[in-house]
């Protein structure tokens, strides 16, 4: 299958700084990625479409100015955590779109802690 | 409004057996993918199979299948001879028709026992 990277796979921050976090398609172009956040023993739940050359549509609920995206090539596209607090811990995961096809490759996930 | 469910929290299976994970979905659309994948603790998201709506067979990969029966509108996963490095969370997926969106069920936790 294709493989997406995602770095980096686990990162601590203090609270009121920015983190972010690199979503690679590795072996085919995306022209579509997108994010999401899961908590524990939860399912996935969907905050972005980044697709490339153009600004992202956010999820009802998501602050776009919290979680600012960037997809500026088809290969990759970031996912900036700004001013994280305490209550951003999750794990983040992306998942790259093959390009004339339906399935979604993710990535391995981000864990992000916020002290 | 697409929705997937999974009712089974969480089943065990004994090493070597079968086992059935139910979903089943509601959409109003004639066109839709239905996908599961597989998340182990470590957290990555491995996609295993995939079910086209206009699919006349059933997917089937190595030793999973889908068992696909749309009157209904149930998607089943069922693994075959189970292994202990199958125990991990499992997700029933639907692709919405807009930009690609998959619709995620709430998981279903697996253990698979010795």
Redesign the interface.
């Known amino acids: ?1 294709a493989v997406v990277s995602q770095h980096p796979s686990r990162v601590i921050c203090k609270s009121g700084t920015s983190v972010k976090i690199e979503c690679r398609s590795l072996d085919f172009q995306a022209t ?1 990625m ?1 994010w999401y956040r899961q908590f524990p ?4 739940m ?1 905050m972005a ?1 980044s697709n490339e050359g153009s600004k992202a ?1 956010y999820e009802q609920g998501v602050e776009k100015d919290k979680f600012l995206i960037n997809h500026a090539s088809l290969t990759l596209s970031t996912l900036t955590v700004t001013s994280a607090h305490p209550e951003d811990s999750s ?1 983040y ?1 992306c ?1 790259a ?1 093959w390009t004339g096809g ?8 981000t ?1 992000l802690l916020v002290l | 409004a697409q929705k997937i469910t999974q009712t089974q929290p969480g089943m065990f299976v004994q090493e070597k057996e079968a086992v059935t994970l139910d979903c089943t979905y509601d959409t109003s659309d004639p066109s839709y ?1 239905l ?1 599961w ?1 597989k998340q182990p603790s ?6 295993l199979i ?1 079910q ?1 709506s206009y699919d006349q067979q059933n997917a089937t990969e190595g030793r999973y299948s889908l068992n696909f029966q749309k009157a209904r509108k149930s998607a089943n996963l069922v693994i075959s001879a189970s292994q202990l490095g199958d125990s991990a969370m499992y ?1 029933c997926a639907m ?1 919405r028709n807009q ?4 619709i ?4 279903t ?1 697996l253990s698979v026992k010795p």
Request: aromatic residues 22%.
């Open positions: 299958g579509t997108f023993k939860k399912s996935l969907l479409t549509t794990f995961i998942s779109l339906e399935t979604q490759y993710f990535g391995p996930g864990r | 993918g996908f994948y470590s957290g990555e998201m491995i996609f995939y086209g997700f692709i930009g690609g969106k998959l995620f069920g709430q998981g936790e």
